[in-house]
Nanobody, 131 residues
Framework: EVQLVESGGGTVQAGGSLRLSCAAS????????IGWFRQAAGKEREDIAC????????YYLPSEKGRVTISKDNAKNTVYLQMDSLKPEDTATYYC????????????????????????WGQGTQVTVSS
């Protein structure tokens, strides 16, 4: 059974940091691009960051670049999202997704993030940033 389980969310004050984790099981983790998306109440889901090992690609939403860092630990089948300088507008449910989008080498992470996401999704973890 494929599972993506997010953790690490919570309530933090503005300016603080959080590290989200996405633990994967049930599929060939090394072969998949993994990404983080978020959805705030009443808003559309948006991509944040994606990573893919096979072509070494990493994508960040331009507005988040420099404030978030995505990393992947294949030994633990886990992807992390480090978020710093959090703002109240970061309040949302954060989801991880896994997929194998077709894309030119070097752009697989971009395709996962800038498309509809992957085949598999987790249940999400809530992040609330208080002002």
């Amino acid at each position: 059974e494929v599972q993506l389980v997010e953790s690490g969310g919570g309530t933090v004050q503005a300016g603080g940091s959080l590290r989200l984790s996405c633990a994967a099981s049930g599929f060939a983790f090394d072969d998949y691009a993994i990404g983080w998306f978020r959805q705030a109440a009443g808003k559309e889901r948006e991509d944040i960051a994606c990573i893919n090992d096979s072509d070494g690609s990493i994508y960040y939403l331009p507005s988040e670049k420099g404030r978030v860092t995505i990393s992947k630990d294949n030994a633990k089948n886990t992807v992390y999202l480090q978020m710093d300088s959090l703002k109240p507008e970061d309040t949302a449910t954060y989801y991880c997704t896994a997929g194998r989008p077709l894309a030119p080498r070097g752009l697989i992470a971009d395709m996962l993030c800038r498309g509809p996401g992957g085949n598999f999704w987790g249940q999400g973890t809530q992040v609330t940033v208080s002002s």
